[in-house]
């Protein structure tokens, strides 16, 4: 019976191979590895190249003298060496061929690397027909990419500091927080999914309590007033593109906050007697419990129902056409942007028309559903339920808060009793 290898059975040592020097004057750095029973040694490639100026320095723990881009290049050989070293120590009997094997599986080196990592989730994305969310991971991967001198890093390479000043990039080229946070995010999934799947192991994490939190911002919730949402709904649009804008702007106000892309989506079959029931779209791929969502026809709903939407078609048909259920999920999701962007476009111009200068998109008006529910009395728990939120710190993001009459006429009641 084998018994667990003890550090002291070998020993693992950064190398730098001068018998190769490369046309850029620089030598391959490469793992030295040393079975001392049967004193004999192997070496395995890195992707890492070096003077040898520079590699003396890096092993020189002195902070003195030393290069920023250097000290990055000494974390990542750190965290290359202590990689090495967790494989040899979880091996049950040592040998070069098995720790070989284990390297090669992608805990270092190799094939399943971040590249192949993002593309793998990408792919799937893209199956499942989450075009939006594979494009959002998409565009993570170039800018994390374009950050690291057009080339994808590997996992190795990235480390809370590392992180902290690829966060200070985005926000230097002009990234939103809210952007930072996406991408960043989505660069934990990976992670996650890397970790899961044994790619990496535990300590190469760079994510976590007293290693790098992903900033969350703040931003400010936005929401139209009453008197705002009143002007809307009584004045009167300029043309009839601003007509339709404001019809769809409605129903989705009206219909429980719901989002343009559900509106897209929603069948015949969705429109249950006096009510619509249906699945997120956004939460319809995840593994989280799928909670319908049931808006209760009213007679404004009824009214856009009766206006645009589809009376003749088959159960599986789509009410309203925004999207052609026989188009590419691609061309889908382009006319749904295109919608968005026509229902945000002529309603700003409306609501300019009428002396509201905020933007009044359709985000608008899910938020300010989220608002009016709970400003008109109802719970949090109930705006909860109505935008089919699984969590109920997202409702309390949409919520903007009460607005200051309702918080002086409260002060005013405080005291009697």
Known sequence: MSSKVQPKDFSIDLFLNKNRIKNNGKYPVMLKV????????????????????????????SEKGISKKLKEIRNQLINLHAAANEIADG???????????EIQKGTISAEKNLAWHYQDYIDTLIARR????????????????KFNGNKVPDFLIINPDWLK??????VDNGKSLTTVSIYLRNLRAIYNRAKEDKTIPEDLYPFGKRKYIIPEPSAAKKTLKKEELKLLLYGKPNNEFQQKAKDFWFFSFSGNGMNIKDIAYLRLRDIDGDRIVFHRKKTSTTNSKQIPVKVYLNDFIREILEKYGNKTGLPDDHVFSIVN??????????????FIRFIGQHMDLYAKSLGIQTSVNVKISRHSFATTSILKGQSMEFAQEALGHSNIRTTQA??????DETKKEFAQKLMDF
């Not at 004999?40 to 320095?57: G, I, S, V």
């Not at 989450?130 to 990419?145: H, V």
Request: net charge negative; glycine share 2%.
């Open 34 to 61: 040393y079975l001392k029973k049967i004193r004999q040694r192997k070496y395995f490639p890195t992707d890492f190249e070096l003077t040898e100026e520079d590699f003396n320095a890096i092993l020189n723990l």
């Open 91 to 101: 091996l049950s009997y040592f040998s070069f061929e098995v720790f070989e094997k």
């Open 130 to 145: 989450c075009i939006r969310t594979a494009e959002n991971y998409r565009l993570s991967l170039m800018s994390i990419s």
């Open 165 to 170: 000043r690829y966060e200070l990039w985005m």
């Open 325 to 338: 259920k026989y188009d590419s999920p691609e061309e889908q999701l382009k006319m749904l942007k295109n």
């Open 398 to 403: 949409y919520f903007s808060g009460f607005e």
